[in-house]
């Protein structure tokens, strides 16, 4: 039985919801996974950080208040966040990177990996700065240092496409696809429909936790075009920028749009695709589309992502489930761990 010894980047929802689980099923992963998660330490710019060799209470750590500092009620804990500190020297085997996505250089998480990577450390993170803007240079630091990065939870939480594509569609020959891709946006059009307006829908998904205080990046749909610009180049060998992508959000929309398609049998979707040309070329959009009820993608409400792969071979091959959410989302960090037990064990 492998024992790995994790530190925890960011300590918001994703990383409070798999110590959550490490705390709950560790025992359990031991039988069934053949592993168990020992967290040694923790940083988080808000909260501070910790670090214990021996390990750290997963319980005590979910339990703490969400307070400026609060990892310093921790023995040995402080107010100030020492990142490299913790990443570098914390005797972690993987790193699980979980802050904010900075969609302009994907820093600080990057730097972040990078550390981790160049320390002999395995990577696992939700994070989409890093991959949608650095993943070739990423990708060859780990490959020169033996260290696997994995980032399944980028694009739809724990649904793991990234994984279901490169693997159970392997030589399916995939050359395009289109997804519903953020669950906020989604979350909105479903409520349209239902009749509210467009800043009602918004205010009903800040309430439900679906959309931030600012919910600029999930209705302007500049959160997909990440996640179109990592499919784009995972899965069709594209060498996207996040600039290449056109990107229109559903802001526009109005009442009287959704009530004509609802009257045509049709539904107003935001959609994140890319297809490959026949000059062999990739091109993306995100923008929103008027989808017939027939389409694969029209009856996905609520905030439930899906996306529609087209291959040679199966012609469209759908595959939809959560989109976000703190349990679903480190459930993407677990899975990514169970890859690296089973592609690295010995």
């Known amino acids: 039985m492998t024992e790995y010894k994790i530190a925890l980047v960011g300590f918001g929802g994703v990383n409070r919801a798999l110590a959550q689980l490490i705390s709950e099923r560790n025992t359990s992963w031991k039988e069934s996974l053949g592993f168990t998660l020992k967290i040694v330490g923790v940083t988080d710019l808000f909260l501070g950080s910790v670090i214990n060799r021996d390990g750290l209470d997963a319980g005590a750590l979910v339990s703490l208040p969400a307070t400026k500092g609060a990892l310093a009620q921790i023995p040995g804990g402080t107010v100030e966040a020492f990142n490299e500190t913790v990443i570098k020297n914390s005797g972690a085997d993987i790193i699980a990177e979980a802050t904010f996505t900075n969609p ?18 395995h990577v696992v993170t939700t994070n989409k700065g890093p991959i949608a803007i650095h993943a070739a240079t990423i990708k060859e630091l780990s490959l020169k240092n033996n260290m696997a990065f994995e980032y399944e939870g980028s694009v739809m939480s724990g649904t793991p496409v990234i994984r279901l594509a ?11 696809f289109e ?5 906020t946006s989604n ?6 429909e239902s009749g509210l307006a467009f800043s009602e829908a918004v205010a009903e998904a800040q309430k439900l936790g679906y959309a931030e205080a600012d919910p600029t990046a999930d209705v302007e749909g500049y959160d997909v075009r990440l996640k179109v610009v990592i499919l784009a180049n995972e899965l069709l060998g594209a060498k996207l920028s996040i600039s290449d992508v056109s990107c229109v959000g559903i802001s526009g929309l109005t009442a009287n749009d959704i009530d004509d398609a609802r009257q045509n049998n049709s539904h107003w979707k935001l959609i994140g695709s890319a297809k490959r040309n026949a000059d062999g070329s990739v091109s993306g959009t995100v923008e929103p589309k008027l989808l017939s009820s027939e389409h694969p993608l029209a009856g996905i409400s609520g905030a439930t992502n899906a996306i529609s792969f087209n291959t040679e071979l199966l012609g469209a091959v759908t595959v939809s489930g959560p989109g976000a959410g703190r349990i679903e989302t480190a459930f993407a960090l677990l899975s990514d761990i169970i890859n690296i037990h089973t592609a690295y064990k010995k």
């Open 166 to 176: 490169k693997q159970s569609l392997a030589g399916s020959e995939i050359v395009g």
């Open 187 to 192: 979350y909105v059009l479903t409520r349209m």
């Open 104 to 121: 302009i250089d994907g820093e600080p998480a990057t730097t972040f990996c990078r550390w981790a990577l160049e320390g002999g450390k």
């Open 179 to 183: 997804g519903i891709l953020n669950g």
